[in-house]
């Protein structure tokens, strides 16, 4: 494997996009740091559009430890549609300025941070380097931090595509056994009476322990001190076997990030923090507000998964039921990384992007300008 150098912004210090056999940089590539106002650096990389009609440029917002490289065939299908393509590296992850002496450690103190990131890459990158409409593509943990920071975002983008935002997480999500578990204790200290699970049980929106126990605790914890420490049962593996994972059914996409990972692992991150998992609960919260979907104007199409075992879907469908600006679909049998999904489920998003951005009044302005 290779590691490519691309040209830099001027003001930028040195950065690289891995380039592996298997997951080649998209042609044209350019990356760089930037650097927040509260001093972080940040890795992004950008592209110009491919041949053909310019549409715009969209900004994509990866999710939790993830990084640039993985995105490299959303890239190309982004620019084959006409688009610039800016992306980053969120504090804590991938190429950016680690925030924990051990670097695997998933960790922020507040999402508020993120925003501050995503801000400094739309001013100073995205907005400062292409033409407009400006349009942002975020999947799980970026979708959330777009929606918590909307009302800013409006001033900077047209519309935006959220793929399986994080907006709750489902029963089992944090640890798979420790439904099961708790019913058992129920049920051995109650005599049988209770813990039992109903004939036709309705599967709850969000886990009742990380909602009820999980996210006060985090915080607690971290308020004391302990906000860098994994969370329980978490550690610094950044490797998941195929058969176990829970982010998609294509076999073939899983292990090309894993071999990205292979060859470097530096951009890898293990599981999240006490601080993660709090600051990921104040600002879910917030967006269960009444008030929030109402006061939201951002132009937006939810899109969410099916089969959805990292966050919860119901959660999505009751946020957009309450957002005039949001638009909702549902890819039955998809899982959480709609993105990286097999192509029957990936064409099923593809066209729904197609037919919400640029969106009509821009293919409009597009046509009379060819005229």
């Keep these: ?11 930028s210090a040195h950065a690289t996009l891995a380039d592996h056999p298997d997951n080649p940089v998209p042609e044209g590539a350019r990356a ?6 509260d001093g972080i650096r940040i890795r992004y990389a950008h592209w110009p559009a491919g041949e053909g009609p310019r549409k715009g440029t969209v900004t994509l917002l990866q999710g939790r430890a993830e990084f640039i490289e993985k995105y490299f065939e959303v890239i190309d299908d982004l620019r084959r549609r006409g688009f610039a393509v800016v992306t980053f590296d969120w504090r804590g992850q991938g190429g950016s300025q680690r925030l924990t002496r051990n670097p695997k450690r998933g960790h922020v103190s507040g999402f508020k941070k993120y925003r ?6 739309l001013k100073d990158v995205a907005l400062a380097t292409y033409p407009g409409p400006h349009f942002a593509l975020a999947h799980s943990t970026g ?7 909307a009302a800013r975002l409006r001033t900077m983008l047209d519309r935006a595509v959220l793929t399986a935002p994080l907006l709750g997480l489902p029963p089992g999500a944090w640890l798979p056994g420790l439904n099961g578990l708790r019913r058992r204790v129920l049920r051995t200290l109650s005599l049988g009476l209770l813990g039992r699970v109903p004939l036709k049980a309705k599967a709850p929106r969000t886990s009742w322990f990380i909602e009820r126990i999980g996210y006060p605790a985090a915080r607690a914890l971290s308020l004391a001190g302990f906000g860098r420490v994994f969370v329980p049962g978490g550690n610094k593996d950044i490797f998941v076997p195929f058969e176990t994972n829970r982010q998609t059914s294509d076999r073939t996409r899983f292990e090309r990030f894993n071999k990205v990972l292979e060859q470097v692992p530096e951009l890898g991150v293990g599981a999240p923090t006490l601080g993660w998992l709090g600051a990921a609960g104040r600002a879910m919260t917030v967006l269960r507000r009444r008030e929030a979907g109402p006061n939201m104007h ?6 969410a998964a099916g089969k959805d ?7 999505i469908e009751d946020f957009v039921a309450r957002t005039k600006a949001a638009a909702y679909l549902e890819i ?3 899982e959480h990384e709609l993105m990286m999904e097999r192509d029957a489920y990936r064409d099923q998003f593809w066209a729904a992007f197609d037919a919400f951005v640029p969106g009509l009044d821009v293919e409009h302005e597009l046509d009379r300008a060819a005229l």
């Design 1 to 11: 494997m290779k590691i490519k150098s691309s040209a830099l912004q001027e003001d």
């Design 116 to 121: 501050v990131d995503l801000r400094t890459v």
């Design 298 to 303: 951002l132009p937006c199409l939810v899109i």
């Design 332 to 334: 039955a049998g998809a």
């Design 143 to 149: 979708a959330l931090v777009l929606l918590s920071d």
């Design 309 to 315: 075992r990292i966050v919860s879907t119901p959660m």
């Design 32 to 37: 760089g740091f930037v650097t927040t106002p």
